[in-house]
């Protein structure tokens, strides 16, 4: 069981709310994960569109599917009965969720106004019961802390066999300390179906919610399917919950100081961190997201020495080596510099430099020591889209003032806190790095319910 969603489960345990302690009873989640006996049909939307795309599929300039194949689609996943208008319009029909979810699942990706299927992907497209639990580990669809628990509470409603029930949800988010507002006043139910809503999506999308024959009639339970897949997303491979993973111990007696500069932004975006030399590259990508504030939902990739490492092919014949036993400390040995690509489709390249190694008496935690400013929103298009939502923003007049501000889900732009980046860091490093926790792929825009937990707002 991943730590985080063993976290939410024991807080829920200790609740004096006699809805959420059945929650967690009916979810049976001291037993294993349910077999799914028709894996195939299941994820048959994710198999249709890998095998689709192929061996590539051009997108519009917009970076949409065409026309042409949203409504083969809509078609051929039995869609159209519940489409508007024409549905050949991706941005208008469930053919986006399904396309932005493969590609944070690592199913798919853009390049150069493409959409290829990765690795991974043309691994999966005839194997549906290892597409299966690739979609289960990759549960709940979440881009933020208050997604996720959201995601995870909806998992547990699903898996205890639950009507949808909103206000659940809310009574769950506001147990686990979140609030809605700046007022700190309770999650309302429709803010906590919004922070749920991409998980949500994914099973109604995989037509695993029995709709009811008209709106006024009674709410229908989930499929067993739905219930197995969600057992499956919460319990994992593994169905050992009795203690919580063991806080890393990091028996390196050297460290790394590193600077991390966000190229093309000005004035500069830049941290500076101290991680053990012991580090991978796949656990520095981790500490990277915090420490520079991205979400993590994208596909990334270093470059050490002519060498790439991450989510990445075979990429113009490129050597390729594995970030999961690759070291920071290796890396700094092998070049005084390099860089770690974040988003493929946006292009955040980050410029990293080895300032100096340092002795150690005892062990190391990823720590940052500085740094400045906030990164930009996630999918604001690179360096160039960045500045044009500043100057936007910045004129009050301009036509896309008011949609581009309603985008951002803020009223004010919060730039980022060292100690609160500190904080975040090392919560990860005493629960999440040691359950190997990966990130997927997308090109969503969005904006992030409004959540707000302690000092630490919830923004994009």
């Known amino acids: 069981m991943d730590p985080e969603v063993y976290e939410v489960v024991e807080q829920l345990r200790s609740s004096r709310s006699m809805p959420l302690l059945r929650l967690v009873d009916d979810a049976r989640l001291d037993g294993p994960p349910d077999p799914e006996l028709d894996a195939a049909a299941v994820v048959e939307p994710y198999r249709w569109l890998l095998a689709r795309v192929g061996d590539g599929l051009r997108l519009t300039p917009a970076g949409y599917l065409p026309p042409a194949v949203v409504t083969e689609a809509m078609s051929e996943l039995g869609w159209l009965r519940n489409a508007w208008g024409k549905g050949n319009r991706e941005e208008h029909t469930p053919v986006l969720d399904l396309r932005e979810s493969a590609q944070r699942f690592g199913l798919v990706r853009k390049n150069r106004g493409q959409l290829l299927v990765t690795k991974v992907g043309r691994g999966l497209v005839e194997d549906p019961d290892g597409l299966w639990w690739h979609?289960?580990?990759?549960?709940?669809?979440?881009?933020?802390?208050?997604?996720?628990?959201?995601?995870?509470?909806?998992?547990?409603?699903?898996?205890?066999?639950?009507?949808?029930?909103?206000?659940?949800?809310?009574?769950?988010?506001?147990?686990?300390?979140?609030?809605?507002?700046?007022?700190?006043?309770?999650?309302?139910?429709?803010?906590?179906?919004?922070?749920?809503?991409?998980?949500?999506?994914?099973?109604?999308?995989?037509?695993?919610?029995?709709?009811?024959?008209?709106?006024?009639?009674?709410?229908?339970?989930?499929?067993?399917?739905?219930?197995?897949?969600?057992?499956?997303?919460?319990?994992?491979?593994?169905?050992?919950?009795?203690?919580?993973?063991p806080p890393p111990r990091w028996g390196?007696?050297?460290?790394?100081?590193?600077?991390?500069?966000?190229?093309?932004?000005?004035?500069?975006?830049?941290?500076?961190?101290?991680?053990?030399?012991?580090?991978?590259?796949?656990?520095?990508?981790?500490?990277?997201?915090?420490?520079?504030?991205?979400?993590?939902?994208h596909l990334h990739l270093f470059d050490v020495a002519g060498v790439l490492y991450g989510d990445v092919e075979d990429l113009d014949r490129r050597p390729l080596g594995d970030e999961a036993t690759m070291t920071v400390g290796q890396a700094a040995g092998a070049a005084a510099a390099f860089s770690y690509e974040y988003d493929f489709g946006d292009g955040w390249q980050h410029e990293i430099g080895v300032r100096?190694?340092?002795?150690?008496?005892?062990?190391?935690?990823?720590?940052?020591?500085?740094?400045?400013?906030?990164?930009?929103?996630?999918?604001?298009?690179?360096?160039?889209?960045?500045?044009?939502?500043?100057?936007?923003?910045?004129?009050?007049?301009?036509?896309?003032?008011?949609?581009?501000?309603?985008?951002?889900?803020?009223?004010?732009?919060?730039?980022?806190?060292?100690?609160?980046?500190?904080t975040r860091i090392w919560s990860w490093s005493t629960s999440t790095r040691a359950a190997g926790v990966t990130r997927r792929d997308s090109s969503r825009t969005g904006t992030a319910p409004p959540f707000g937990r302690g000092r630490e707002e919830c923004s994009v």
């Open 135 to 245: 979609v289960a580990d990759r549960l709940p669809d979440a881009r933020s802390a208050p997604e996720r628990h959201a995601g995870i509470l909806y998992l547990l409603a699903v898996a205890a066999g639950r009507v949808a029930d909103d206000s659940l949800l809310a009574d769950g988010m506001t147990e686990l300390g979140w609030s809605g507002g700046e007022a700190r006043q309770p999650v309302s139910a429709i803010a906590a179906f919004a922070a749920a809503r991409d998980t949500w999506a994914l099973f109604d999308r995989l037509g695993l919610l029995p709709r009811s024959p008209r709106w006024d009639a009674p709410k229908l339970p989930p499929a067993p399917s739905a219930i197995a897949l969600a057992r499956a997303a919460l319990l994992g491979r593994t169905t050992t919950t009795s203690s919580m993973p």
């Open 252 to 297: 390196s007696e050297q460290a790394v100081e590193l600077t991390v500069t966000l190229d093309g932004i000005d004035p500069p975006v830049w941290r500076r961190i101290v991680v053990p030399d012991s580090l991978t590259l796949r656990e520095l990508h981790r500490v990277l997201q915090i420490a520079m504030g991205w979400q993590g939902y």
């Open 356 to 422: 100096q190694m340092i002795a150690s008496l005892g062990p190391v935690t990823p720590h940052v020591v500085g740094g400045a400013r906030a990164c930009p929103p996630e999918d604001c298009g690179g360096p160039g889209g960045y500045q044009h939502l500043l100057d936007v923003l910045a004129n009050p007049a301009d036509d896309e003032h008011a949609a581009l501000l309603d985008w951002i889900g803020a009223t004010t732009i919060r730039t980022a806190s060292t100690s609160q980046t500190r």
